[in-house]
């Protein structure tokens, strides 16, 4: 089983730069693909960024590609989501996931977590 703990959100304005992480629990934490979807009031949750298990390769929605940059740190079991040039749009609950294949799709995820509010004002 693998638990995984968003923390880092919160209030910023239109331009400014956060990074949100996740923490996970268990020992396969270094097999694993991890993810981030996002969901806005109102909208179906959508794919942002991946990262494969070896930070090899990587995978990112259009819409942040250029912005933002998913890491992970195999040693301290936590995956990062740096967010630059922040805008209003990007505005949603952000959750990591965690699954085996590095894909877009939330099938591709087998672990979620709670999620955590991120607020782009303008």
């Known amino acids: 089983q693998v638990q995984l703990v968003e923390s880092g959100g919160g209030l910023v304005q239109a331009g400014d730069s956060l990074r949100v992480s996740c923490a996970a629990s268990g020992r396969i934490f270094s097999w694993l693909v991890m993810g981030w979807f996002r969901q806005a009031p109102g909208k179906e949750r959508e794919f942002v960024a991946a990262i494969s298990w070896s930070a090899i390769s990587t995978y990112y929605a259009d819409s942040v590609k250029g912005r933002f940059t998913i890491s992970r740190d195999n040693a301290k079991n936590t995956v990062y989501l740096q967010m630059n040039s922040l805008k209003p749009e990007d505005t949603a609950v952000y959750y990591c996931?965690?699954?085996?294949?590095?894909?877009?799709?939330?099938?591709?995820?087998?672990?979620w977590g709670q999620g955590i509010q991120v607020t782009v004002s303008s």
């Open positions: 996931a965690a699954g085996i294949r590095l894909g877009g799709r939330r099938s591709d995820y087998n672990y």
